[in-house]
């Protein structure tokens, strides 16, 4: 336990006085009119948006945010192969025209093929195998990389903290699984699960979850270590990534049989309600899996049960991440207004809100109580097909419902933080209001701990403790009680600064 909490302090430590900083307005509609005119040019509007700040990633899956390029380099170091192919990762030993490593040094372009090959990247280009879709090649690129990724999390920690902090976030949120509670997971009794089993499960499988756990706690402590090291942390040297502040959220696998995913979200709501780096619950895999649509409902009445035992336990849902012609109509009319009532205080996707037979009420009641999309526009673009005036992100913002941008699977979908706000300019017509409005929205949204800065939801009116300044003790003390209106004040002081320094973006500056 001392090992976890010097941890956490080491983790997420970050300044108790932080001033929120006032950008004049005359700042703030400079930069509004910068990025409009760049808006057209994407290179300008890259080197933009890379400096602009940007609040916290809530929708990240870990596995997903590796490049292909970084599991190729362990699958060398391992010493393993191409399938004859060229289409997945195998271990050793093979010809040693397989070899990754020898590939990558020998044959290049044989290399470059196998990229495209466990990734979206050829797909995005134009290029690969015939008839294959986005969809598919995006969910089957997890088994081709799949012999390189086991036992490197830590390694794929420090790359996707790195990533965070290149892309000026000061808050992620990770899904990750770790192993020990994977393996847990997996060796679920093949037997029927029904709702009216739930009970008898839980009390079958809780005290094996819970004298897991201490190990768990233990295993991601190493990781962060590992990574941390990996960064450079605490050093001189200290990579921008170690001030990032990152919590977790555990995954259950909705494409499983039901006794795995029960045992996969008993393991997360365990872990959540205990070790407080993991701040909630999500579920994932193809929302189109045959198995995961007969069981929809099954999955919801577990989270009901286990919300129920453990309701301090945040919970986002993977919910709507489905589009017209990739399933029947019918399997559109409800699964976001499900996962609403079934406890989402976050939905992630959420793409195909406009088929749903409730959508107004489903909208109206999302409003209301301040339930958030995590919007993926690269991923929805590349699996789903959906993007430009389909894409459902201008109907959530119109009915209330606060949205903010996140990556998905940034490596996998070859995508970056920066260039899901390059899309919202583009593809969406957002501008910088709006994009300052979506970062602010994923701090106020997450599931980071302690209470908001802002009142009642109200960007710019501040919390009572500091409403007669912030260099005041009661301001001080409150801040120095919530990390989330830490990492609130930490933006904004970010924002003033940007604002500050638009000259260096002008057509002819000189320095930095």
Partial sequence: ???????????????????????????????????????GNAARLRVFLQAMPKGGDLHNHLGGSVYAEDFLKVAAA?????????????????????????????DPFTYAKLIDAISTRGFQKGIGPALVSGHNQFFSSFRKFGPAADGEDARWLADAYASAGRNNLVYLELMHNPDTLSRFMIAAPDAPLDVSGLAAAYKRDLPEVQALLGATSAEVTREEETARKRLACDTKDADPGCSVAVRYLFSGMRGLPPQVVWRSLLAGFALADRDPRFVGVNIVMPEDDP?????????????????????KVNVTMHAGELALGLVPPKDLEDHIAKAVASGAKRIGHGVDISYEKAAPETLARMAREGIGVEINLTSNAVILGVEGGVHPLHLYRSMGVPVMLSTDDEGVLRSDMTNEHVRAVQQQGLHYADLKELARNSLEYSFAPGVSLWRAHRFGTVAEPCATGMATAACKAFLAGSEKARLQARLET???????SLDRFRQGAKGD
């Avoid at 198995?291 to 309701?311: G, I, N, Q, S, T």
């Avoid at 970010?494 to 500050?500: K, V």
């Fill in 291 to 311: 198995v995961a649509l007969r069981d929809y409902d099954l999955h919801m009445a577990m989270y009901r049960f286990l919300e129920a035992k453990y309701p």
């Fill in 78 to 106: 391992k010493g393993m192969c191409a399938d004859e192919g060229i289409t997945r990762i195998v271990a050793g030993p093979c010809p040693a025209d397989l070899q990754i490593g020898a590939m990558a040094v020998k």
């Fill in 1 to 39: 336990m001392k090992r976890l909490i010097a941890s956490l302090l080491s983790t997420l430590a970050l300044p108790l006085a932080v001033p929120v900083a006032h950008a004049d307005a005359a700042s703030e509609a400079a930069a509004s009119t910068m990025l409009d005119e760049m808006a």
């Fill in 494 to 500: 970010n924002f003033d600064r940007f604002e500050q």
